[in-house]
Structures are given as structure tokens and as C-alpha cells.
């Protein structure tokens, strides 16, 4: 996720200099928890072609089974070869 945050800052529209300096962190922090579950749920929707589990435990379940880890891996590794600023395009498209 630093990478990607170090985009942000560094990017020509500058879209941290609006957030307040003391809110940037807390920002950090909400931008990679829901980026990981975005993952997540992009991960078993369009690599496993399985819907979202609406109880709180079955997701869990589903998150430690070898097929979800082998199929997040091979979509981390396509979200992290993309240029930082380009990250969530993949999202518009199943992975590989």
C-alpha cells in the first residue's frame, strides 16, 4: 500500500494537499482497509465466480481455503506489476 500512497502524494492533482494533515492517517488507514477488502470480494466474485457469503463467518471460511489464497495471489501479483495510479483500473475487469 506505500507504494501506492506515495502515488497519491506525489501525484500532479495533489488530491491529499485537500485533506488536513492530521486526517491523512486515518485516511491511510480506511484507503487500505477497504482496498483489501475491495480485493477480497473482487477476488471471489470474479476469479472464483462464487457470491459474497452474507453470513459474518462463512467469509472467513472461504478467506483461509487454499483456492481463495492461490487466486489472491495471482491477482495481488497483476494489482502490484500496474503503475501505482493505475491500481484500481484492474478492477473493472476480472483479473488475468
Request: aromatic residues 14%.
Amino acid at each position: 500500500m506505500n507504494t501506492y500512497w506515495d502515488a497519491l502524494k506525489t501525484a500532479e492533482f495533489k488530491p491529499l494537499e485537500e485533506v488536513p494533515k492530521h486526517l491523512r492517517m486515518k485516511l491511510y488507514g480506511l484507503v487500505r482497509k477497504f482496498t483489501w477488502e475491495f480485493i477480497k470480494a473482487h477476488v471471489i466474485t470474479n476469479k472464483m465466480k462464487l457470491e459474497i457469503p452474507n453470513n459474518v463467518d462463512d467469509p472467513k471460511l472461504l478467506e483461509y481455503s487454499a483456492t481463495f489464497k492461490e487466486e489472491l495471489l495471482g491477482g495481488l501479483k497483476e494489482i502490484f506489476a500496474s503503475p501505482p495510479l493505475q491500481m484500481y483500473e484492474i478492477f473493472d475487469e476480472p483479473f488475468g
